[in-house]
């Protein structure tokens, strides 16, 4: 290899880590709780406050059939929990932090009703949500139990999860570019807040009113 060639080689791998994108992770609120995203993102560790690893947690389906890649996690206060997003498993998750948390119930609603599911300890465990799509970034809701979840693609929408009955209720369309980490509430206090979603392009906003159940957009 030519001395140019190899230089340039070199600067090329330079410039390809400075604008490579870094794993997410979390510190919560509370300082108790810190999530890592290692193995190229097929793996979430959480430690507690002292740095000790209590639970590593492979983005695999709970078949163990799919695996993914860990795209997102935000820290959930108010539920003691958080999210995390993958791209390739078509769910999200949430991990309690509460040592008291309830049991988790993966089979049909029938299932555990009549006492026929084998149930998971709640605590560092994933409840697991459905929903198909690349998760670009996640973040709390107004009220405890939602979440707003930012999925890409060739129609990038926003949605919003009920993290109680498991699902996605409502969903609208975004800008590509739209930036939901640098979001900010207009009256978050409201019964129908109102969602202020910055696009890539840095000069046009979506605002977004978030309902109980439902979402609408009121300006491009």
Known sequence: MRRRDWILGLAALALGHRVAASPP??????????????????TLVLRDADGTVRRRLPALSLDGARRGTITAIADLPRRRSVAVGFDGLDELWEVSLDPAAPPIFDGLVHDYRMGEAIATPGFLAPRRIPLAGRVLALREGAQAPQLLALLGGDAPALHLVNLDVRRSLSRVPVPPGADLRAARWDDAGAATPRLRVPAGDGASVSTIEVGTTTLRVLAP
């Open 25 to 42: 992770e979390l510190a919560t609120a509370d300082g108790r709780w810190r999530g890592e995203v290692h193995d190229d993102g097929r």
